[in-house]
């Protein structure tokens, strides 16, 4: 069949014929998105990126759905499904309860990215215990149900954490908690989607003002901007760093953080340096801050994706509009390799038509 | 009625007559503990020390035993209590559920340390709400209570946070998780029999060797020691850092994490940077660390330790019995304020007796 | 202003002018539901019925849509508002963190039922912490939030009671765990959609064949319908007992329980007796049976709710679309009193409309 | 070896030489308990005991006390441990997660009970996996540890359920709330301990007025006495059925619940009939009171129940003194079956020593 493959660690995606043998349910794969993380193993910079054993390439893309072709457990023939990307290494107790996420030997393997072939190709074979059924009222958007599973299993984890205290406000919700979401691209406004559905008091940051497109997102939704690099001494009881920009930001974080405050870190730094003096330190300590690294979801939070994406298609018209922002055809091969080369300025998400 | 005062930010301490109104049942004090907070207090180092409002001293002292001179509450006559060193704001929603630990304001009081007079003094009067009693079987240890009643706090949290995954071993206890406890002080050596007795696998770690009585103390608990000087690959579940050595421990801890690792920072850092580059960022995400500050104990956390110390008595008379190195009577005024001004070597706990 | 009104324990309903003083933010009453409490209090049979203090009457109502007049703390003047129908005692420790619910002196009040006007009048003065935003999206089926919100806490709480044990299945969603709800009416439609949100595999129950439309409705949302009357050995995980018939019924759902079973009682049991062999207590010891009481939604379930309507309705358009059954102008008063006395075949939802 | 042998369904017990393959750690038994169940299997009343596949005996014994012949995992050659009785089913979440107490397929096995050999012999072989070491300074009450463990799991089962409101009080602990515990055997006064030991407001009960023995292990733990014949209207948080005696008591026990309360079940009723009204069913509906059966505790409850007796021993010397009634020896067979069939008058634990 035809698939887009690539060889970490060269650079480069082709499209090519392939024949690699799977056993499971067949799923005819209808799309694909397409992330930063397939752009930087494209790139060859993917350090982790890695091919299944016995093959010299990875069939590219961990973001896809498909409909299946036969009656597979519970799932009827003609389902839309999405496959789970990461899966688990089969001998920790995390793996053994469906909890991949949270692996504790590193031996899991992830969908065109480490150790697993993924998604971009015409077909996969796969245990159904793996595919998550889609609403078909949601199939024009549900392929961000991939990416919002992260960000489920990452406010899950936020709010498990802090259990630790009563961060729950007098009238019981979460009304009354204040979070900063750093970073304005698809990662940070699924966050603050979600953050807002569990209703947290929500503001979004980047260090340049708003798009015209943003400012109606984010009115749409009710967040309040923040431009990190004006002053401010507004504190936060969160801080979720979904920027992957400089050290310093998280420098920025530490300091927006009230007491008992939580910063998740889910973008990747990429550059500079976190110093933190003694002073900083101590503060950690006798505020009880928590920094916690937040990443991946599995079955139960794709699960909420679809309900969420559901949810908000009603809730939010004009942005889950603008959530697919390019799709190209497998057959213009031309505009599928630039797409997994180049993001295009103001990308939500771009994707691959089968 | 006599009393031991400090006027922060002024070194030194004096023993005086003080007459300072407060109201609630009179518990007559026998004996205090001194920390390492108190000398700093005595040493004009604790910028955070302030005396109560309209006072220009403040009595020293948050580790007492005292015997109830009246029926109060629920408690009789005669019972040997503890009061509790740090009071809510009476405000935020933590403090209104009984947990000043996670005080949102930061408008707390705490005994002896800033803005309430503390328990070095004759007499205190103190609503019997703040007054845990203790079992007479364990009067002559009972004052390490109000130092472990932070680390059952510390703990607790702990687990709170590792709640976010499974953490609990195949056998549904934690006996497969190693926890690395640094530091061999009081406090270093209370949170690995607290450990111990929650079934973790612990070691206790210092820079130098052990000393004698520190080899039998490990014995006795079934701690390994960890000389963190020597070269070491083996990683822990969650590493303790309540040594408040140079900030480069913290790196030390980071480094020594497996995936999903809880690092807990207690100890108050004095020197030294941390710095964390891009890599060390990227792998506190990507492996789901968690690290996160750990201080104070409320009511329910001193009445854990009073079972603890309960049950270590029995189980650890060697360590038990070494608890407390050195009694001075109140009496012996020069010794009183020489314990106050200096550590001696070895020193587990230091008393004061009423 | 104009309002319905009855005078427990006396029978009967009636719509007249009311003066009545309130303060707060002033809500215009769009709509209100109708419910089976409404119509016991109206027939006099509900004996928890009581007027405010100093009331010889108690405006009916706990079921209403209004629109804010005026700005009032973080909701805009124009804002679709849902007031809560339960406030707490102000005393004890579940009231005073926002769960009325969970009231322990029993002195809270619920507003059209219990010591609290309700809300079928032409305005209500309220705090805004009461006052629940709805989706404009949703305006047309929001007035089931309130039944709804019940069931957002019951299934939280069957979730709560149910973390004594492994309840989630190896992969980690509620997908193996089957749950039976007993009663095919409004609550056990909303109890079954609620719970295949979740994620669980639900069977709906009756002791007759299901209608066309329910046929339709279960078929939509994924359910298996069961037939009571038929002998069956089918075991589940949970079952809900939401139909409020004889109390043999409960007999039937003890025996229909897996080990480590879950019964949540929802409804009222009118006639019957339930009897229990030591063979069955026996059972429900040894094979870790709970059997629960599950009552009233509060805030976060509210919102829950509002959540859960609006993705229903992109998800499930014919089961959202026969909610509402009948709408009554309040000006055509003879319906809005046959409204008040008789429910209609086949009713979800009747309407009072302002 | 020499073996306390039972023929299920058969009445009797032998003291017979035994011939059984098995592996494992080799464990020299010192001493067994002997308990309520063992007699009714002795006296052939026990319907579910069952001897082990391919044999026509079955060794009695689930409570012993043993000593470790070689080094074997982490325990070293000479600790004291105990063998945990009930053993998984290999299949199952729970099971899979070291919570054979939650067996989800019933195919546990439990020794001397159910399809596994006992303990009621000279040597056992077992994985050290299910070997709990014993601290040498309680080896003389240490085999209270196996019916402890069965409440060490209860009771945090219990604040499990409970965590499904606010259950701590204003001040964090359970002092607020009033648990009564109905009986006064072995179960009764070690589940008084034990919450106690939580800091509950802890009652017991029983139908006749307390024996003198009862009257100073009640003074001492600090317990209040009810006697259940005569009237009260005193209400519980919490009531735990301890007494096995008629299902009337349960219908007592409910009765003198408050709202939100929680019945723990944990007595088998070997009489009578519970009848539950509507107005009971419905109460228990709006008092959100949840009733559950509490059974068996698992590797975490065994080393919780070791931590406890080492604390009760220093805490309590007079009740821990009296726990061990009667002591027989194995070479004394006329004893050794006696005691298998007759309880003595005012026992709390009978020892066969080997």
Redesign the interface.
């Known amino acids: 069949m035809k698939a887009i493959t690539v060889r970490p660690p060269e650079s480069g995606a082709s499209i090519e014929e392939i024949n690699i043998g799977e056993s499971g349910s067949r799923v005819k794969i209808i799309e694909n998105g397409i992330c930063g993380t397939d752009r930087e193993i494209v790139k060859g910079i993917m350090s982790a990126a890695s091919a299944p054993k016995n093959y010299d390439f990875l069939v590219l893309g961990h973001e896809a759905l498909g409909i299946l072709e036969d009656d597979a457990g ?1 799932l009827k023939k003609g389902t839309i499904v999405m496959p789970i990307n990461r899966r688990g290494c089969g001998k920790c ?2 793996c ?4 991949a ?6 031996d899991f393997v992830e969908a065109g990215i480490k150790g697993m072939h993924g998604f971009m190709r015409e077909y996969i074979y796969d245990d159904p ?1 793996y595919l998550v059924p889609v ?1 078909s ?2 199939r024009d958007i549900a392929i961000m149900a991939q990416p919002l599973s992260d960000l489920e299993k990452s406010v899950a ?1 936020m709010m ?2 802090q ?4 961060w ?8 009354c908690r204040k979070i900063l979401v750093i970073g304005t691209g698809t990662i940070g406004i699924l966050f603050s989607m979600l953050l807002k ?1 569990y ?1 947290f ?1 929500v503001s979004i940051a980047n260090r340049r003002g708003p798009t015209d497109v943003e400012t109606r997102i984010f009115d749409e939704i009710g967040l309040k901007f923040v431009n990190t690099s004006a002053h401010s001494n507004e504190k936060y009881d969160g801080v979720i760093e979904a920027s992957g920009s400089d ?1 310093s930001v ?1 420098g920025y974080a530490i300091a927006r953080l ?3 405050g939580f910063l998740g ?14 002073v ?3 503060s ?12 991946n979801g ?3 939070h794709f ?1 909420m994706a679809m ?2 994406l ?2 908000w ?3 939010y018209p004009f942005t889950t509009s603008h959530f697919i922002t390019r799709s190209v055809n497998i057959s213009d091969q031309k505009s599928v390799i630039d797409a997994l080369e180049n993001r295009i300025p103001g990308e939500i998400k771009t994707k691959i038509l089968w």
Chains 1, 2, 3, 4 share one sequence.
């Open positions: 519970d107790i995390n053994l309860n469906g909890r996420d949270f692996c504790e030997t590193g215990e609403p009222q949601i984890e498990d954490v259990d630790r205290l009563h729950r406000c007098k009238d019981a919700t979460y009304g559905t209703g008091d050290a998280i009230k007491n008992n870190l889910f973008g990747f730094t990429q550059s500079g340096t976190l110093s933190l003096s003694p900083d330190l101590q950690i300590v006798y505020r009880s801050i928590s920094i916690t690294g937040l990443i599995q079955k139960p699960e309900n969420h559901t949810q298609k009603t809730q």
